[in-house]
Antibody, heavy 119, light 108 residues
Framework: QVQLVQSGAEVKKPGASVKVSCKVS????????MHWVRQAPGKGLEWMGG????????IYAQKFQGRVTMTEDTSTDTAYMELSSLRSEDTAVYYC????????????WGQGTLVTVSS | DIQMTQSPSSLSASVGDRVTITCQAS??????LNWYQQKPGKAPKLLIY???NLETGVPSRFSGSGSGTDFTFTISSLQPEDIATYYC??????????FGPGTKVDIK
């Protein structure tokens, strides 16, 4: 059974960084592509980036280029998403989601992590 | 970047009604179009992948069709548990994903 368990809610000040984790069980990270999607309060879903198995690298949505870093620790099957230079508009629920390698859709999702940016 | 539009943005229908949502891509995306259901406070759930394939375990009242730029999502007989927001999602030739703005479905 596949499970993605994310770290807990965070409150950050503007200008700070946040790092959200996502631990995978039921698969190893090498068998899948990890992606991150966020959702601001009352708004829609926004893809931030993820691992592209065809090119073998992590790609980011243009909007987040230079401000987001996605990493993986294959020894613990845990993925991380770090967003820097936070502003109030980054207040959102951040989801990790996986695509089984080669499949262009997200089969499983984490429970979400609320990040609140407030002074 | 490929833009996705969805219509309607919201709808209200009776139990047992047929519900149809459309999604349009700004460029040809072949059949790289997926549909998700999101209930309040929950993570999205994959319903349809590659435009018309039903994800395992998803009730057969859900279906999808289309290719190129125009896609349709249908609930053949709306049930109370189908109250949710539905999103289309595309995957483009640069290996990037974009979601549509969503369609909120509720019971009349």
């Amino acid at each position: 059974q596949v499970q993605l368990v994310q770290s807990g809610a965070e409150v950050k000040k503007p200008g700070a960084s946040v790092k959200v984790s996502c631990k995978v069980s039921g698969y190893t990270l090498t068998e899948l592509s990890m992606h991150w999607v966020r959702q601001a309060p009352g708004k829609g879903l926004e893809w931030m980036g993820g691992f592209d198995p065809e090119d073998g690298e992590t790609i980011y949505a243009q909007k987040f280029q230079g401000r987001v870093t996605m990493t993986e620790d294959t020894s613990t099957d845990t993925a991380y998403m770090e967003l820097s230079s936070l502003r109030s508009e980054d207040t959102a629920v951040y989801y990790c989601a996986i695509a089984i390698v080669g499949a262009p859709y997200f089969d499983y999702w984490g429970q979400g992590t609320l990040v609140t940016v407030s002074s | 970047d490929i833009q996705m539009t969805q219509s309607p943005s919201s709808l209200s229908a009776s139990v047992g009604d047929r519900v149809t949502i459309t999604c349009q891509a700004s460029q040809d995306i072949s059949n790289y179009l997926n549909w998700y259901q999101q209930k309040p406070g929950k993570a999205p759930k994959l319903l349809i992948y590659d435009a018309s394939n039903l994800e395992t375990g998803v009730p057969s009242r859900f279906s999808g069709s289309g290719s190129g730029t125009d896609f349709t999502f249908t609930i053949s007989s709306l049930q109370p548990e189908d109250i949710a927001t539905y999103y289309c999602q595309q995957y483009d030739n640069l290996h990037r994903f974009t979601f549509g703005p969503g369609t909120k479905v509720d019971i009349k």
